[in-house]
């Protein structure tokens, strides 16, 4: 894999930071973001603590990395939140907080990079997406809903971009062990596998599999597509 | 530095240059504030324009290290357009100017 410069959200755990750490190894120059403060310590690693539900930062961040490097070769727009609720217990300030992050945080992001990169005439975006959303997982209204949200932007921001030699694709793991889940019972999480045809936990390994495909030069006539992991489907 | 009418529109020439060099659109014979950008009596497409606001947006945060973002609701509620010629998109970039 040919590496460059990448732009990773939501680095400080979870998949974000192995994502970040998998691609520091492989040579990338990796510019990170969160809430909070870096966890990684590596020469070619940068951080901005922002929240990428506020515009002006994140187009402030992205230009920075431009400046800097002269060029952003690929974006991860991992950075998410879930929230589990009974829909009709479901207040809309849930819904404003996860879309804000979700869906408007990874467009802000999306947005900015690719005004770089049709200018570069190369790039690769890669959103992610859940399995819980072909599933139509109940309880989780509001997480499934705003990555519904962010597979539509996917698959324009493809169509937009396809003549500028830029791919938008997203990945949509199944339960991976972080953070993200530690609220879910494990009774849930084992419904959740049964629905899947492959029916295990989701390891960092098959999520950087996928993001390695969709970053591959060879890659380059694979775009608006959404890869499930765990054989789940549409 | 702050933004004045005049870098902001050679920032703009310099933006004009590079997309039509890109385009293979014939070079520019005369550069002013009456040049058209969008609409009638333009040659640029709506993709170039999106070009256009790309590299100015950059060029920019270059030369003022602030981050302007054309495309905003003031700019996409207005009846006449910002992006209609160059002297329209130079004051609304100075109208605009972000905080630091
Ligand atoms: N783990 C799973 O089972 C699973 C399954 C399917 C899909 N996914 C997707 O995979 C992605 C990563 O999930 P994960 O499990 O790694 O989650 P995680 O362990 O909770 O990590 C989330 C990361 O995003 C950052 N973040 C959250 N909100 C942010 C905000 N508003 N602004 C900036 N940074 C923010 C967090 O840092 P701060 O808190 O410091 O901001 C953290 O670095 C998400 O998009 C998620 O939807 C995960």
């Known amino acids: 894999m040919k590496s460059g410069v990448i732009i990773i959200t939501g680095t400080s755990k979870g998949i974000g930071r192995h994502l970040a750490e998998h691609y520091l190894a492989n040579g990338w120059i990796v510019a990170g973001c969160s809430r909070g403060e870096s966890t990684i310590g590596h020469d070619n690693y940068s951080h901005t603590s922002l929240d990428i539900g506020d515009e002006k930062d994140v187009t402030r961040m992205v230009r920075t990395v431009h400046a ?30 996860v879309f804000r992050t979700n869906t408007f945080g990874s467009f802000y992001f999306a947005r900015e990079t690719a005004k770089l990169m049709i200018r570069q005439k190369q790039g690769r975006i890669v959103f992610f997406t859940t399995v819980a959303r072909p599933l139509r997982l109940e309880g989780e209204i509001a997480y499934a809903a705003s990555k519904a949200a962010v597979e539509s932007i996917t698959q324009i921001l493809a169509r937009e971009l396809g003549s500028n030699g830029v791919t938008v694709n997203a990945i949509g793991p199944t339960p991976v062990k972080t953070d993200l889940i530690r609220g879910v019972s494990d009774n849930s999480i084992q419904n959740l596998l049964d629905r899947q045809a492959i029916k295990r936990i989701g390891e960092f390994e098959d999520v950087t599999n996928v993001v390695d495909f969709f970053l591959k030069p060879e890659s380059s006539f694979v775009t608006g597509q959404i890869i499930y992991l765990g054989g789940v489907e549409n | 530095m702050i933004p004045d009418k005049k870098s902001v529109q ?14 293979a659109l014939p070079v520019l014979d005369k550069f002013s504030p009456e040049t058209t950008l969008l609409g009638a009596g333009s040659d640029l497409d709506s993709m170039a324009i999106v070009h256009l606001i790309a590299d100015l947006e950059g060029r920019l945060f270059d030369a003022y290290n602030l981050t302007w973002i054309l495309a905003d609701e003031r700019a996409l509620s207005r009846t006449r357009s910002p992006f209609r010629t160059v002297g329209d998109l130079t004051s609304f970039i100075i109208e605009a100017i972000p905080e630091a």
């Not at chain 1, 879930?82 to 809309?92: D, E, I, K, R, V």
């Open chain 1, 68 to 97: 800097k490097h002269g060029k952003v070769d690929a974006l991860l727009n991992n950075a998410g939140r879930a929230s589990m609720n009974a829909a009709l217990l479901t207040p809309g300030s849930t819904l404003e907080k």
């Open chain 2, 10 to 23: 050679s920032l703009i020439e310099e933006c004009l240059v590079q997309l039509r060099e890109d385009l």
